[in-house]
């Protein structure tokens, strides 16, 4: 039997219970199922099937195939059309499968940029099995964001664009593609991480889910559960090539502002301050006086660059852009191509042990002009250059700041033979200072085509000289 002064603490100890239940946030249970939601929103994701038209390489006529000895058969399928060494090759038709959605009424798709960009025919399948050909609006090579256009006969269901910042490492996704094309096939996971990079680029800050994500899922949306878009499937971590449970999708914050400049201008102008950062581990916070790892170390800045105007320096860490904390490195290339040019920031930098804010006017990066208009190709070499800009040195990790980059190396080129790569970066054709396009051109035209150039190029923070024999 209660004493009477244990009923009133029974009591006290039973309200204060009710009243921390009550006060407690309410726990995100698995929905009983996500029918309703993709019972509402599945009709806006569509399948993307594109047609590419290649050339087979001629295969060389193999010298046992005119041994006197070999069987007839055999001598006969090694000797068909198509085979001989002088066969000029066949045309054939390639096609590939992706997924998209519609972010819009009037036929507007959002993809990726990987499953359109070599298209010379794009066709748009809906669940209802009606098809569309779809031209390309514009495309953004570095986020692998591209929007598409179809002419619907009739007002479409389309996305809500949700906020990516908010999603939390163990929310509940649904993803809905074409995998392997099993057409409007739909899967559910959680975010496994936020802020990934896979290596490939300035502007990846990838969520990670182990929602099953497969080939043919890439341009489809990830869901939150109020039905709103929160990413766009771009890619997997496999070594068989099929979902181990590692996807990884685009934000929508960051695809919002790529699809609303190519839907308004077909390109992509991007924020610029002009600085080389890198990562801050362990160490290098221990070195500066950080508590944590965190923020974009300042390795360099450029001279005239709005970095230099604000008063950043080398040495400082940038912990905060616009009031954005960033935590990581790869977060700050991001925010700022997203900050509209002309537009005053503020950079929060931890220095000599203090925080220290500094105004900026947000400049233009250039490369996206300069892609157009600043490459050259050398056909007989088999080789495409471009200037060397303050983003690719970022992603190289070049500490120069003029200079060609080999963009690309066509296979089985006089370059390729040479081993010239993709990212190396000419500093000297024939004994002469390559430090612009300018100086690559007049190099070039100095050289008869016929001769064979010695190259002097770095690789890996490590010079060596290359010699080019052109194709006779």
């Given amino acids: 039997m209660l004493k009477p002064l244990q009923k009133p603490i029974i009591a006290a100890t039973l309200l204060s219970l009710i009243v921390f239940l009550l006060s407690m946030p309410a726990m995100a249970a698995r929905p009983d199922t996500f029918a309703d939601l993709v019972e509402k929103y599945g009709d806006t994701v569509v399948n993307i099937y594109t047609t590419q038209t290649v050339k087979e390489s001629p295969r060389p006529q193999l010298p046992f195939s005119q041994h006197p000895d070999m069987p007839e058969f055999f001598r006969k399928f090694f000797e068909q059309p198509g085979l001989g060494e002088n066969h000029p090759g066949r045309t054939m038709k390639r096609t590939s499968l992706g997924s998209g959605v519609i972010t819009s009424s009037d036929g507007y798709i959002v993809t990726n940029n990987h499953v359109i960009e070599e298209a010379d025919e794009i066709n748009v399948r809906f669940a209802n099995h009606e098809e569309y050909e779809a031209k390309i609006i514009g495309r953004d090579e570095k986020t692998d964001v591209a929007l598409i256009k179809i002419e ?116 992509v102008t991007r924020g610029w301050l002009g600085v080389m ?20 170390l300042v390795g360099e800045v450029s001279p005239g660059s709005p970095a230099e105007e604000a008063g950043i320096k080398p040495g400082d860490i940038i912990i905060a852009f616009n009031g954005k904390e960033i935590s990581q490195m790869t977060i700050l290339p991001t925010v700022v191509a997203q900050t509209p040019v002309g537009e005053k920031a503020t950079v929060t930098v931890f220095r000599d042990g203090k925080k220290k804010k500094l105004n900026i006017t ?70 002469q200072e390559i430090k612009n396009l300018e100086d690559y051109s007049d190099a070039m035209s100095k050289i008869d085509k016929e001769s064979s150039i010695l190259f002097l190029i770095k690789r890996k923070n490590h010079t060596r000289f290359i010699v080019v024999e052109p194709e006779g």
Avoid: C
């Fill in 152 to 267: 619907p006969k009739a007002p479409l269901p389309y996305v809500t664009f949700g906020n990516s910042d908010t999603l939390r490492v163990g929310d509940w996704i649904i993803a809905i593609g074409n995998p392997f094309g099993f057409e409007q096939t739909v899967t559910a996971g959680i975010v496994s991480a936020k802020g990934r990079s896979l290596g490939g680029g300035a502007y990846e800050n990838f969520i990670q889910t182990d929602a099953s994500i497969n080939p043919g899922n890439s341009g489809g949306p990830l869901f939150n559960l109020d039905g709103e878009m929160v990413g766009i499937s771009t890619a997997i971590y496999s070594r068989s090539g099929g979902n181990i449970g590692i996807g990884f999708a685009i934000p929508v914050n960051m695809a919002k502002n790529v699809i609303k400049q190519l839907k308004e201008t077909g390109k």
């Fill in 362 to 431: 947000v400049g233009k990066l250039q490369e996206e002009e300069m892609k157009e208009d600043a490459v050259e190709e050398n056909t007989t070499l088999g080789l495409t250059v471009q200037e060397l800009t303050p983003e690719i040195a970022a992603s190289l990790k070049l500490s120069e700041k003029e200079g060609i980059i080999v963009s690309n190396v066509e296979i089985g080129s006089a370059a390729a033979n040479a081993g010239m790569r993709r990212g190396d970066l000419i500093l000297e054709a024939n004994r």
């Fill in 277 to 296: 950062i890198q990562h801050v581990n362990q160490d290098l916070a221990k070195q500066f006086g950080l508590e944590k790892p965190i923020g974009a």
